[in-house]
């Protein structure tokens, strides 16, 4: 067990251990929610090509997470409008090639307003202990769970190990994120997971916080702390991906979806759409 420093292409490459693979909350979300086979796909250490997830959105909300917690060092501002040129397209995935965060002149401004939003919000906020206050930004924790090698990234890790605070971006409503979001992203299993390795490196039972930023103007900022039922799925999803993946290593085989014929079965809402533009016809 250990608090590593790690570059993000390091961590992200899972530069741990020689001759170990390590599970991380977002290859556990895999295995809960496709199969061993899609986790092996994606994974640095047993894929020779992995499966990356890139994408413009997901590049803006890496560069707020540099922004206010720290890295720009890794983010490449790119002189253009769009990336509809070929040379735009080149430069932005030469930007990846190299381990950067391409971003788009106008999106850079855009995310610069974005922090200065969030940080304006920060000062009328009043939780305890302070949001991104008295700790370290992308801490690297290690800890063996089950006969796993684990690893997490966090956002910020207070000093007095008292929370964890979690930036995301985000165009949903907080309703929405709350009630969908958090369970089709993995962010519950992510939040139980990295408490986890929390206690077992320091002992300590930590709070984990959201902070929500909306993608669009005005930025309004929403903190959601993760409640005891929403840990408590997570740790059942975490026990079961630390079970499969201990046993995937172990046999070497990575199994993917039952292979049986699905029955597509014909949900409520289609069937009443298809009533009522009938309906609507017959009137």
Known sequence: MSVLELTPEQYHSDAIERGRPSLSSSIAHVICTQSPAHARAKHPRLSPQPVTAESDAFDLGTVCHALLLGGLDAVQVLDFDSYRTKD????????????????????????????????????????????????????TLTWEEAGVLCRARLDWLHTD???????????????????????????????????????????????FRWLVVEKEPPHVVTVVTAGADVLALGDAKV????????????????????????????????????????AREAA
């Open 88 to 139: 735009a397209r080149a430069a932005r995935d030469q930007a990846r090639a190299n381990g950067m965060t391409p971003i788009l002149a106008a999106k850079w401004l855009d995310a610069q307003t974005m922090i200065d939003r969030v940080r304006e919000q920060l000062n009328g906020i009043t939780v305890d202990p302070p949001l991104f206050e008295n700790g370290e930004p992308e801490v």
């Open 239 to 278: 026990e079961y991906a630390l079970r499969v993946w201990r046993d995937c290593l172990a046999s070497g085989v990575w199994p993917a979806y039952r292979p049986a014929v699905r029955v597509a079965e014909l949900p409520a809402w289609e069937e009443q759409r298809w009533l009522e533009k009938m």
């Open 161 to 207: 190990v008292a929370a964890v605070d979690d930036l995301k971006t985000s165009s949903s409503p907080p309703d929405m994120w709350e009630r969908k979001r958090i369970y089709e992203h993995g962010y519950d299993l992510r939040a139980a997971f990295y408490l986890r390795g929390v206690k077992a490196l320091t002992g300590a039972s930590a709070a």
